[in-house]
């Protein structure tokens, strides 16, 4: 009896520390990447960074301005036009797509959401940069919204399905209208897991914004902000 | 107790079928529920009984596959005539689930003032009459009127519950059919809702779909007895008890099967 509780203990001690030292090399060369770059770059981070365009390669000081404006301005379009079609689609996957054409709805955005960025910005490039003549903040925006719309209309339509069906023939039962179910009662509902799931929507294609280099880039040095990145 | 012989038939089914794409839950069956009464469906799980209660709001339709055949006439008309809107009609037939539904996202307040301001009913003045009318009426009033604000899911299972029914009783419905409407709810629970039936039908034509025979027996006037998709009888509920007709319905009733 006793035998058998040291082995446990032992063994259980062994386990605990593989698993913590497996855990430190896991995270280890994270905090090795980190620590550098605090260490050498804490020191050129100040206001300056942050309100100063970049100076041409070589000199030094400049900053970032024209980027951080220029992600706020591309992302901030992308929402505008991306969350209201991705929400909008995922609404009504959950709610009247059991037909034909949710089936289609759903194939096209499985599809679109397994295609890569780049495919999007070449997309995007086609459509809009060419025709236009010139890089946008537009073209980038519509490319990025492009790329969200198929994830939000998925996750959406996962949030608004764990409603449970009880409370929408509740509403149903009192004399709502279809639609109005679906906006007041169901979405309302589910608003917080929608508001969850734009957010990583967002974070995304803000994470996506490397494809630009196809469509909305080449402000980086000559142009000035923050319209220059915009334009 | 005992309605006017001449009472004016509020609810009525004739010859009514539900169905489920080509599979029938509900045959045939031709039912009244004379205004003012308490009228009980009991029958095993499965017989069709909550099925045909979805009938008489059009809800059976809004289920997969569902449809109906036959009439159900509301103060004589049909409800599943061409020219009646189904959601103003639910207005007018209000229910009761087996598990309480409050809206998550609202206050208790706004909870029951949910079905008024579907209807059009905008006055604050009116609103606020309304909501402690239907609470006063559901049996709820004091113990919420302080905190009218806060979330309707902090009340209890059997407070939510009644909370339910005074949300369907809000917009002044005329028939209240309520789902096994102590399923979920503990002996007290229960004891108020039951008298609460035997207080509202002095408003409401109440139809109540039970599992628990003892309740049908305590609230109901009338009883219906539903077996396999069938009405097998249907009589004064203190008749149906003690002198059943069918074999059937009295097998069921002393617990022989079901």
Redesign the interface.
């Known amino acids: 009896m006793n035998a058998r509780r040291v082995r446990r203990r032992v063994v259980n001690g062994m386990m605990t520390g593989l698993v913590g030292v497996l855990s430190f090399l896991a995270v280890l060369a994270l905090v090795l990447i980190l620590g550098n770059l605090v260490v050498k770059g804490g020191s050129s981070l100040d206001w300056n960074f942050f309100v100063k365009n970049p100076v041409p390669a070589g000199e030094s000081g400049g900053g970032v301005a024209n980027a951080i404006v220029g992600t706020g301005i591309i992302v901030g379009l992308a929402c505008l036009i991306g969350l209201p079609v991705g929400i909008g689609a995922g609404l009504y996957l959950a709610e009247f797509g059991s037909g034909r054409l949710g089936w289609i709805v759903r194939f096209v955005a499985d599809v679109l959401n397994g295609t890569p960025s780049i495919v999007v910005g070449i997309f995007a490039w086609t459509w809009l940069v060419k025709p236009m003549g010139h890089f946008s903040a537009l073209a980038g925006s519509v490319a990025l919204a492009i790329l969200m719309v198929p994830m939000l209309a998925r996750t959406t339509e996962e949030m608004v399905r764990l409603v449970p069906h009880s409370l929408r023939e509740a509403a149903l039962a009192l004399g709502y209208p279809r639609w109005r179910t679906s906006l007041r009662i169901v979405a309302r509902t589910a608003l917080a897991g929608i508001v969850t799931s734009s957010l990583v929507g967002v974070a995304r294609i803000a994470g996506g914004l490397v494809l630009l280099l196809a469509v909305a880039a080449r402000s980086a040095i000559r142009q000035g902000p923050p319209h220059g990145a915009a334009r | 107790m005992a309605p006017p012989a001449d009472a004016r038939l509020q609810l009525e089914a004739v010859r009514l079928t539900a169905l489920y794409g080509r599979r029938a839950v509900v045959k045939d069956v031709s039912l009244l529920f004379p205004a003012h009464t308490v009228t009980a469906v009991i029958g095993p799980s499965g017989c069709g009984k909550s099925t045909f209660l979805r009938c008489l709001?059009r809800?059976h339709e809004?289920s997969?596959g569902g449809w109906v055949t036959g009439r159900v006439l509301l103060d004589g008309d049909d409800i599943y005539a061409d020219m009646v809107d189904p959601?103003?009609l639910?207005?007018r037939v209000?229910?009761v689930?087996q598990?309480p539904?409050p809206?998550?996202?609202m206050s208790i307040y706004d909870n029951v003032a949910?079905?008024l301001r579907?209807?059009g009913h905008r006055c604050p003045a009116d609103v606020d009459a309304a909501v402690e009318r239907a609470l006063k009426r559901a049996a709820l009033w004091d113990e919420v009127k302080d905190r009218l604000r806060r979330s309707a899911l902090a009340l209890s299972g059997g407070q939510q519950q009644r909370l339910?029914i005074a949300?369907?009783l809000a917009?002044e419905p005329e028939v209240l059919l309520l789902d096994e409407p102590t399923a979920s709810l503990d002996p007290a629970g229960t004891q108020r809702i039951e008298e609460l039936c035997h207080e509202l039908k002095t408003n409401y034509t109440i139809v109540i779909v039970t599992h628990n025979l003892q309740q049908a027996a305590r609230v109901s006037d009338y009883t219906a007895f539903f077996y396999l998709s069938d009405l097998v009888e249907v009589g004064r509920t203190e008749v149906l008890f003690t002198t059943p007709t069918q074999e059937r319905t009295e097998a069921y009733i002393t617990g022989r099967f079901g």
């Open positions: 709001n809800m809004l997969e959601v103003q639910r207005r209000g229910m689930f598990r539904t809206f998550p996202t949910a079905g579907v209807n339910c949300r369907a917009p």
